[in-house]
């Protein structure tokens, strides 16, 4: 059960992790202080075949909607993808995705919002930066230098993803370690430092959550081990770089009228543990949970 004497013995063995600074830069016209701040990033999905009804904009218009609806609730950033993550999606090419999300990037960066563009194709990460976005949101590195390079090209930031394939529509059973953070640590070092060869200082650390692999359909497996994928977060410090989580859903425990109870569960132990930056469909709720905890003074 997770409880304070749990929590306790996490502290105990990984002390000297606690409290360690990473790197500040700005995105955009924005300084980004992850040492002093948490931020949200707000979900627009393009692709009808996503689960989070809510997130869903089959038109322009409405996505343009909904991106200044989470600003208002308190999104820092814009999240867009045009390709759902999920197993049993239909795949997307660069045309069909650049048809979608082109115009939604260019009407949000005309209305001064900060936007993320989550993709696998350089043609498509590329094309979106020149319309504006200030960060490619990889889903995996197939392409890894092109895209490090279209990255330093255009200066934004990258939020690099643990995948154990070359993109996430490209994975089997997931290769568990005995510590997952040190195996973490060891990818992220190695994909970081490649970043820096090639001119991209702006790294944004996302651990996975592991929706898409086939052994962690199970929901006793699954989200055990994206809590404690939350818990540790603070571990990834060392790297030197800000952390980034998305918040699942556990819908075979929150069910159908609970599952948008989900999320602002999970986003107390993602700020608990550490995350700089947190991906989410309920930015309200989200937000209205950073500022309570905002609050605490011991």
């Known amino acids: 059960m997770l409880d304070f004497q749990a929590l306790s013995a996490l502290l105990k063995q990984y002390h000297g992790s606690i409290g360690q600074p990473v790197r500040t830069f700005r995105i955009g016209d924005r300084f980004f202080d992850f040492n002093r701040f948490r931020y949200l990033v707000g979900v627009i999905n393009l692709s009808t075949d996503s689960w989070y009804r809510e997130s869903v904009c089959a038109t322009t218009d409405e996505a343009i909607a909904r991106a200044e609806m989470l600003a208002d609730d308190g999104a820092d950033l814009i999240d867009i993808g045009a390709e759902s993550t999920l197993p049993h999606a239909q795949r997307q090419d660069v045309r069909q995705q650049l048809d979608r999300l082109l115009p939604v990037v260019e009407a949000l960066k005309a209305r001064k919002l900060l936007v993320s563009v989550e993709s696998y194709y350089p043609e ?16 995996g590195m197939r392409d890894g230098d092109a895209v490090f390079e279209l990255a330093a090209k255009y200066n934004v930031a990258v939020i690099l993803c643990y995948v154990q394939g070359e993109t996430v529509r490209d994975v089997s059973a997931f290769r568990f370690h005995d510590d997952m953070t040190v195996e ?16 991209v200082s702006k790294c944004i650390i996302d651990p996975g959550l592991g929706f898409y692999y086939k052994n962690l359909q199970d929901s006793d497996t699954r989200i055990n081990y994206q809590m404690n994928t939350f818990l540790h977060c603070f571990r990834l410090h060392e790297l030197g770089y800000p952390t980034f989580n998305i918040l699942p859903h556990a819908p075979e425990i929150f069910l159908e009228d609970e599952r948008r109870s989900a999320e602002p569960f999970f986003g107390v132990l993602a700020l608990l543990g550490g995350t700089h930056i947190i991906r989410s ?18």
């Open 124 to 139: 498509v990460l590329e094309t979106c930066a020149e319309a504006g976005a200030e960060v490619f949101n990889l889903t």
């Open 184 to 199: 973490l640590l060891r990818y992220f070092r190695e994909l970081t430092a490649k970043a820096e060869r090639l001119g």
């Open 281 to 298: 469909h309920e930015i309200r709720t989200i937000h209205r949970v950073r500022q309570v905890m905002d609050l605490y003074r011991s």
